[in-house]
Every structure is written in C-alpha cells, then in structure tokens.
T-cell receptor
C-alpha cells in the first residue's frame, strides 16, 4: 500500500465554521507533512510531524491547528478561516524525517473554499 | 538560502514530440538533493526522480531522461515521444541543509500534450 489518503476531497466552509482535514498513510512512514497550494503556484510547506511530534511550523496562523494522533494519521483543524485561505491542502509522508533526501508521497489533496 | 527557477511556465506540444523542461537552482550547500515531481490534474504530486549533488550521471527511465550539470546548476528533464497522459504540471525541487532540509520547489512548468 503506497497511498496517502486525504478526506474530504472538497470542502466549502464559512468563515465562522470549524472543520477538519484528515490524512492517513499505512506505509510505516515516520514523517508527515501539510502543504498549502494556491492555483498555479508550487506547494508551500505548513507543518512537519516527525515521529508524531511537531517539528516544523512555518509560521502558520493559529487558525490552522495540526494534530498527529498516531503515526498513521494526520489532521488539520480549521477555525475562523479567511477567504484567502482557499487553496488545495496536500498531505504527504516520507519514511525518515531526518535527511534532506526523502522522497515524499502525496495525497490528492482537499480543495478548500472559504466563503 | 536556496532557490529553484523553472523559466518555462507552460509548454504545449503535439503528441510524439519531445519536450525538455528546464530547471536552474541556487544553493550554498555542497551536499544537496534535486527532485522532479509530476502533478497531474488529479492533484497529487508524484515523485519522478531524486539526484544527490555528487552524482552527475544522467539517467533514463523509459521515455523520461534527466540531465544534471553541476557546472551550470541545472537539472533538466526531457520527455521523449510525449503522450497525452504526460499532460501535467512538473515541479523541480531542491533540498539541503541551508534550508533545514526542507524542499524548495520551483514555480512549475505546465505541459500540455495535444493529440
């Protein structure tokens, strides 16, 4: 199983809503990542979890709250988002978080629209 | 700091034509890693290749080939005899200690292969 599964595929939410994005991998990978991708732009790193601990937060606003309940699951909790947060949110995983040579496995993403 | 430049934003070819995607990078690291990822319309980024800075051998994988030239800081990607299924956005990326081993993506090149 070499898949990273993300749910939901599409999400529309109002600025006062609370929602969560979910990501799952069963490859035994020890690093998991959240990326944000605006249209026609490259992915931008948001968070990295290494061995279930948050290791990198790229100065992401607190309205985005990551959670790693176990080594296979990664959540991104959303609250009080702004319309400019509308984007494709991609989850990724890699086997070993320590080196720079890691091959990332990506999910298909959640297309988020904030109204 | 590190930087990746993909000068071509969009390339359109007719099926069976060859297409070359340019990638130029900047880094002060002596050890670094270069990657190419493909992002089809479905959204997930798919790993294509990884190269470390000490391995300048060119590589061929089926219709794909890569030309790594350290002297010009380039890591170009050629698709031979393109097919409609090659239509996607292709990202070149770089990682190294200077950026905390985080991936720096280029802006991406959209390839459109017409039948």
């Amino acid at each position: 199983d070499t898949e990273v599964t993300q749910t939901p595929k599409h999400l529309v939410m109002g600025m006062t809503n609370k929602k969560s994005l979910k990501c799952e991998q069963h490859m035994g990978h020890r690093a998991m990542y959240w990326y944000k991708q605006k249209a026609k732009k490259p992915p931008e790193l948001m968070f990295v979890y290494s061995y279930e601990k948050l290791s990198i937060n790229e100065s992401v606003p607190s309205r985005f709250s990551p959670e790693c309940p176990n080594s296979s699951l990664l959540n991104l909790h959303l609250h009080a988002l702004q319309p400019e947060d509308s984007a494709l949110y991609l989850c990724a995983s890699s086997q070993d978080p320590t080196g720079g040579d890691e091959k990332l496995f990506f999910g298909s993403g959640t297309q988020l629209s904030v109204l | 700091a590190q930087k990746v430049t993909q000068a071509q934003t969009e390339i359109s070819v007719v099926e069976k034509e060859d297409v070359t995607l340019d990638c130029v990078y900047e880094t002060r690291d002596t050890t670094y890693y270069l990657f190419w990822y493909k992002q089809p319309p479905s959204g997930e980024l798919v790993f294509l290749i990884r190269r470390n800075s000490f391995d300048e051998q060119n590589e061929i994988s089926g219709r794909y080939s890569w030309n790594f030239q350290k002297s010009t800081s380039s890591f170009n990607f050629t698709i031979t005899a393109s097919q409609v299924v090659d239509s996607a956005v292709y990202f070149c990326a770089l990682s190294g200690r200077a950026a905390g081993n985080k991936l720096t993506f280029g802006g991406g090149t959209r390839v459109l292969v017409k039948p």
